[in-house]
Structures are given as structure tokens and as C-alpha cells.
């Protein structure tokens, strides 16, 4: 079994994991000095030889992904959750000590900082489309992700929110728009799918029309193309354009 020890302090070890690995039991303990010493005062002796290992989060989620049969404490979903939210808390940090003490850091702006998000944005379109996923794409998506990092940061300075309420808005619309998920409604296809989120964007936020906060900013391309998205939601899609001019008053 691989038990989970939380982020790697000896402050923070679950009391799951400690009743897991149990007092008077022994564990192959892969963490520092201070959680071996830690885990030795509730009963858990380190032998490295031991059938059950004991390590922090993120090298938890490393050894279940190298050995996919072993059981896990707590089960692999979770212990996958708990590895990526470390990570990204220790992104949140980097970010913030960065703003804090590197210069060219300190001067950056919501203004300043938005072109290097559009370049990243299609930095990362360019490698999806361009193969299969690979440690270039997932470079990729870390540069795309400090932007949004970094933009939270500065949202926060203004009071305007912080990182939390990002992931948090998020989540809530998501879950919001997929009833068909997360509530009782019935949809069979991704048609029925566009045309209810648009709808419920209408109808529970209160946005007017289809084609809102289509972005003014957008390329000619994505601009038509998220227009006509927009429209094919509500039903006003056809195979060839002349038969789109009687949904006008067009008598073509």
C-alpha cells in the first residue's frame, strides 16, 4: 500500500494516514527526518523495508502512477486531487515572492502583462495542434498557467478577488451549466448541450441575446468563428447558406 502523508510537513499528516499505517506498524517512510521522527511518536516505526510506503502527496501520486495495482490511501482520485492542488499552492507562492522581490515583476500591469497572455494562449494552440501531447505541450500549458496566476495576483491587489475566487468561479459555473452532470436533466447529445448553456446564460445570469461578451478583441477568424458557434447554439446553423435566408425574410 502507498499511504499519503499531505503536503510533507510533520505538521500536516492526516489522521487517516496515521490510523492507516496504524501504531506499532513500520513503514517505508520516503519523506525528511522530521516526519520519520513525527510518524516514530504516534508508533510508526521507518524500516525501509517495509510492504507499506509512507510519502508526501506529490511522490505518493509518483509511486501510485509507477505502480498502478498498488492500493492507495486515500484512493487514487483524491490522492491525484491533493498532489495538484500542492502544486499549484506552491505556484501561488513563487508568484507571489516574485511580485514581491524581482524588479521587473513589480512594475507589470493588468496592461502590460495581457499581450504575454494572448502570446501564451496561441503558444499553447500551436503545440496541441500540432501533435500528439508531450512534455512540450505540458510546458506550455505551465507558461499559460502563471498568466492566470499572475492576473489573480493583480486582481487581488485591486480588491477585485484573489485565486481563490477564480477557481472557485469557475467551478460554480461549471456546474451551473451542466445539469445534465451534476443535476436531473436529460441531454443526449452536445447539440442539446450548447443549445441549454446557452440558455441557462440567459436565463440564471442574466445575459441578453446570444451573441454577448463575444470578445471585440478576438482575430477576424475566431471572431466570425465564435459568432457563428453563438448562433448555431440557438438552431440558426445550415449546411448551406442559401438556406439561412428565410430565417432572415429573405426570399432567396
Not at 482520485?77 to 500542492?86: K, S, W, Y
Not at 477557481?167 to 461549471?174: M, T
Request: aromatic letters at 6%; a negative charge.
Amino acid at each position: 500500500m502507498i499511504v499519503a502523508l499531505g503536503p510533507g510537513g510533520s505538521e500536516g499528516i492526516p489522521l487517516g494516514a496515521l490510523r492507516m499505517l496504524g501504531a506499532g506498524g513500520t513503514a517505508d517512510v520516503r519523506a525528511g527526518d522530521d516526519v520519520i521522527a513525527a510518524l516514530a511518536a504516534h508508533g510508526v516505526a521507518h524500516d525501509a523495508t517495509a510492504a507499506v510506503v509512507a510519502a508526501p502527496d506529490a511522490l505518493a501520486w509518483a509511486l501510485a502512477q509507477a505502480e498502478p495495482e498498488r492500493e492507495t490511501w486515500p484512493e487514487r482520485e483524491q490522492l491525484e486531487a491533493n498532489a495538484a492542488a500542492g502544486a499549484l499552492a506552491d505556484l501561488w507562492r513563487v508568484t507571489l515572492r516574485l511580485r514581491r522581490d524581482c524588479p521587473w515583476d513589480r512594475e507589470q500591469t493588468i496592461a502590460s502583462i495581457v499581450p504575454h497572455t494572448v502570446e501564451e494562449a496561441y503558444e499553447v494552440a500551436d503545440k496541441a495542434l500540432t501533435g500528439p501531447p508531450d512534455a512540450g505541450l505540458i510546458d506550455e500549458l505551465g507558461d499559460l498557467l502563471f498568466q492566470t496566476y499572475f492576473l489573480a495576483m493583480l486582481a487581488r491587489e485591486a480588491g477585485a478577488g484573489d485565486l481563490a475566487d477564480v477557481a472557485d468561479g469557475i467551478r460554480e459555473k461549471l456546474v451551473r451549466r451542466h445539469p445534465h452532470v451534476f443535476g436531473d436533466a436529460v441531454l443526449e447529445n452536445s447539440g442539446q448541450v450548447l443549445h441549454r448553456w446557452e440558455a441557462i446564460k440567459r436565463e440564471q445570469e442574466g445575459r441578453e441575446g446570444i451573441f454577448h461578451d463575444v470578445p471585440a478583441a478576438l482575430p477576424g477568424l475566431l471572431y466570425a468563428r465564435k459568432v457563428q458557434r453563438r448562433a448555431a447554439a440557438v438552431g440558426f446553423d445550415w449546411e448551406r447558406y442559401a438556406d439561412a435566408w428565410p430565417a432572415i425574410g429573405v426570399d432567396w
